[in-house]
C-alpha cells in the first residue's frame, strides 16, 4: 500500500470519471466511497479508494488508500523498421531475437533480427522450418519433448501444425488441429499456444471477427494434436460491441510464481491479466501502456498491436509491440510499421 498526499478531485455520473484526462477507467462509486483503478497522480499511476468530503461542490473526495499499477514504461528508439506481427525470444546465453512480417518495399516474408541488449537489433535472417528455435510461437508439449507450430489458414478455416523434438527444425504433421466454433463464425484471428499446469495445451484466439471479436479458449489433452472448444468470453467482454472495444492480440508470459501474464490490446492500449491455472483470468487494475505515452520516449506512433512478452537474461519483462508510424499505416500494403518496446515497471 502506498500513500499519496493531498485531495483529488473528479466529476462523477453514473459511476463513470469524466472530464479526467488523468482517470482510465470507469469508476465504482458506492454511497460516501468511491474506487478509481487508475488514477494518475504525478509520474505514477494508482488504484485508489477515496471517500466523499461533505459538502464539497463540485464532489470532492479525500484519498483514502491507494495501491501502484504497474507500468509499461516505454523505451526510445524503434527495434526494427517497416515491420509488423513481432514474436520474441531471448536465449539462455541473453541474446533477444525479435521476428516480424517484413513490411519493406519489394520484400516480404517473415524474418527475425538479434541484438545483445534487447534494444539494437541488426542481421535480417529469413525463417524457415529449419531455423525456428528463435520463435516464440513454437510450444513446447506436455510431453517434455515434443514442440509444436501451429498455423491457420484463412482460406481453409483450419489450424495444422508442424512438429519436432529438437525445437529448431520442423515438419508437417498430418491432419487438422482445430477448426473454428459455431460461435466464431468461421474466423479466427491472432492465437496463442501454451502448455497449463495441469498438462493440457491451451489455446486462445480471437474469434467472431466481425461481431463480439473478443478471445475464446480451446484446449488439447492429447499433447497438442485436436483441440476441443472450451469457452468463450475468456475476458468478460462478450458485450462490449466487438470492434476497438474488446481485449484482443493476445499473448502471455508464466512468471517465476508459476502464474501466468497476458498481455493484450483494447482501443490501442495494453493491458495485463493474471491466471493460476491458465484457464481463469483476472484483470490487473488500469492501463499498463498507451499509444500515446511513447511520445515521452521521442516516438510519434499511431497505434499498438501484437504485445509479445519476453524475460529478460536479468528476470526484466520487456514487451515488443508492433506500432503505426503513420497515420495512413492501416492501408493495405504499407510500410509503415514498425517494432517498438517497453519494459515492466512496478
Known sequence: MMALEGNYVFSLVDATVLNSADCYDSAIYASEVVTIPDVKAGDDYYYADLTLVPGSNPMRFALRSAIKNPRLVPEAAIRVNNASNPFATVAVD?????????????????????????????????LTYSN??????????????????????????????????????????????????????????????????????????????????????????????????????????????????????????LLPDGRRRMFAMRSFELYSFISTDGVNWTREPGVRVSYTD???????????????????????????????????????????????SAVWRE
Not at 100 to 110: H, L, N
Not at 308 to 317: A, F, H, Q
Request: overall charge negative; glycine content about 12%; proline content about 3%.
Open 294 to 340: 511513447f511520445a515521452a520516449a521521442g516516438l510519434t506512433i499511431y497505434s499498438l498491436n501484437d504485445p509479445v512478452p519476453v524475460s529478460t537474461i536479468d528476470g526484466v519483462c520487456r514487451v515488443y509491440v508492433a506500432a503505426a508510424t503513420s497515420s495512413t499505416a492501416m492501408t493495405p500494403g504499407s510500410s509503415d510499421w514498425a517494432i517498438v
Open 94 to 126: 541473453g541474446t533477444a531475437y525479435v521476428g516480424y512480417s517484413d513490411r519493406a518495399s519489394g520484400e516480404g516474408g517473415t524474418k527475425f533480427q538479434s541484438s545483445a541488449d534487447g534494444l539494437r537489433f541488426g542481421n535480417p535472417t529469413v
Open 132 to 253: 525456428r528455435s528463435v520463435d516464440s510461437r513454437r510450444t513446447l508439449m506436455p510431453d517434455g519433448v515434443t514442440w509444436r507450430f501451429y498455423e491457420y489458414n484463412q482460406t481453409t478455416a483450419s489450424m495444422t501444425s508442424y512438429s519436432s523434438t529438437d525445437g529448431n527444425s520442423f515438419t508437417a504433421d498430418s491432419g487438422v488441429r482445430y477448426a473454428p466454433h459455431a460461435s466464431d463464425n468461421n474466423t479466427i484471428g491472432v492465437y496463442d499456444h501454451y502448455t497449463a499446469s495441469d498438462g493440457s495445451v491451451v489455446m486462445i484466439y480471437v474469434g467472431d471477427l466481425t461481431g463480439k471479436n473478443n478471445l475464446r479458449m480451446a484446449r488439447s489433452t492429447d499433447n497438442g494434436l485436436t483441440f476441443t472448444f472450451l469457452k468463450g468470453n475468456v475476458l468478460g467482454d462478450d458485450d462490449a460491441g466487438g470492434g476497438g472495444s474488446t481485449f484482443i492480440d493476445n499473448k502471455t508470459i
